[in-house]
């Protein structure tokens, strides 16, 4: 083991030891090399007169760059988009973004968590927890209805066993038993569990009731008290989507802090909240368990990071992150952003009001939803993926088959006043099967 990463690890040791215990083998041997990059940093404050460390080509005093590009770009100093931007992502952005999820969560006052680091969106915040915290044969706790891409994430990439539950109760919550069931299961066999929490659900569209919340947070509390370690991470990409009776923050304030042997991650993003997908901007933020600040333990989860993220993509786009900075700073930035999700909401209601019409009763029902870019038919007479094809190739109408039953309709994408129009095709398309 690289001397490094044996000090990290010896912090987490000394500072929280269940932190080091949740650790895979890989997260354990990783660490930030004080190489070109530790160097570079140096020279850059202290380099006053020749500064031969870093990559990249200079002239007059700035970055080089193709005239052509900067005309497009011209409305941004050429060293905010050209030079390689830190490992962790830019200071500015990172400090911008920890006072947004502050302002946003109320349950984070007082709670002591990192700084969040700059990630290429949510998939590669994923794939940086995996490395972290997987070895083959740990649990990954997921609800029935969930995104595909974790089993690529996980599974197959570091040999997790994805431990689903029921994702709705008859009644039609969410199903906190079911949750409990599984959970204590791994707690029992294995003695530490990676919970995924992800709200607003995609697909179901489905964000819990603050009482459903909380159930979970207590879930996660009683299971970590009786001696499992949990990494409960929270998968907040499209945060702030909240349409109906619902929690309105992330899980993530209740669960930093809460017991010694939970360590709760966020992850989210500007990439789908703020409506800049190809941007690929997201962050991981840490939390351990102790109720007062632990900063060894921040630095050593930093720095694992920083190690995971030297190894596989050096740094995160620097054009995007300046982007983000300007929007955040931007006066208009919340009048805006407040008018895309009335567009959302009203998406939503009009796709549950159109459902509710007692129409389609005999093609199909739907999941619950109240949040987010996704809700769920559930077919009754027709197999999902013969439909989805049938759909395609006759009405030219596009949806997601999961499973055997079930159709994920992308109400982002469709305008208010075509819903009916859309969810009349998907019924013609079922009476043709039929």
């Known amino acids: 083991m690289n001397p490094l990463a044996a000090e990290l690890n010896e912090m987490l040791s000394q500072h929280n030891v269940h932190v080091l215990e949740s650790l895979s083998d890989l997260g354990k041997n990783l660490f930030f090399p004080k190489g ?21 080509a200079t002239e007059k005093g700035g970055p080089m760059y193709l005239q052509c590009i900067q005309d497009k770009l011209s409305a941004f100093d050429p060293k905010d988009i050209y030079p390689y931007a830190p490992p962790a992502g830019k200071p500015e952005l990172r400090k911008l973004w920890r006072e947004k999820m502050i302002e946003e969560n109320p349950s984070l006052e007082g709670k002591h968590f990192s700084l969040p680091i700059v990630t290429s969106a949510l998939t590669h915040g994923l794939s940086i927890v995996a490395d972290l915290f ?24 570091r040999g997790a066993i994805v431990k689903k539950y029921p994702t709705f109760t008859v009644a039609g919550g969410f199903d906190v038993d079911a949750f409990k069931a599984v959970l204590r299961n791994s707690a029992e066999e294995k003695g530490k569990a ?22 979970i947070v207590a879930a996660i509390k009683e299971v970590a008290e009786g001696g499992c370690n949990v990494v409960a991470i929270t998968d907040d990409a ?10 309105k923050e992330s899980l993530f304030g209740k669960l930093a802090n809460i017991d010694p042997r939970v360590l709760a991650v966020k ?8 409506y800049v997908w190809g941007f690929r901007t997201g962050f991981i933020t840490f939390a351990d368990g102790q109720n007062y600040e632990n900063p060894p333990v921040m630095t050593a989860l930093e720095k694992k990071t920083l190690g995971i993220i030297r190894a596989t993509i ?37 796709v549950k009001e159109v459902l509710d019409s007692g129409k389609y009763d005999k093609s199909f029902s739907y999941y619950p939803f109240n949040s987010g870019y996704f809700m769920c038919l559930k ?12 759909l395609l190739d006759k009405y030219g109408v596009g949806a997601i088959s999961i499973g055997k039953t079930d159709l994920r309709i992308a109400f982002s994408c469709i305008e208010e006043q075509d819903v009916a129009e859309l969810f009349d095709l998907i019924h013609q398309g079922v009476q043709d099967l039929s």
């Open 379 to 390: 077919l009754k007479t027709v197999d999902a993926e013969r439909l989805r094809v049938h």
């Open 36 to 56: 070109i990059l530790t160097q570079s940093a140096e020279a850059k404050e202290k380099a006053h007169k020749f500064n031969a460390t870093i990559g990249i």
């Open 194 to 215: 990676v919970v995924l929490l992800n709200f607003p659900n995609n697909p179901s569209g489905y964000t819990p009731t603050v009482a459903e919340g909380d159930a």
């Open 267 to 274: 992850l989210d993003g500007a990439t789908k909240e703020d």
């Open 134 to 157: 997987m070895d083959p044969g740990d649990h990954l706790i997921l609800p029935e209805m969930l995104w595909g891409n974790y089993n690529l994430t996980f599974a197959t990439r």
């Open 314 to 350: 050096s740094n995160c786009p620097h054009p995007s992150q300046t982007f983000v900075i300007e929007a955040l700073k931007s006066p208009d930035f919340k009048k805006q952003k407040r008018e895309k999700f009335e567009t959302m909401k009203g998406r939503s209601l009009k």
């Open 238 to 247: 499209y945060f702030g989507l909240f349409y109906e009776d619902s929690m």
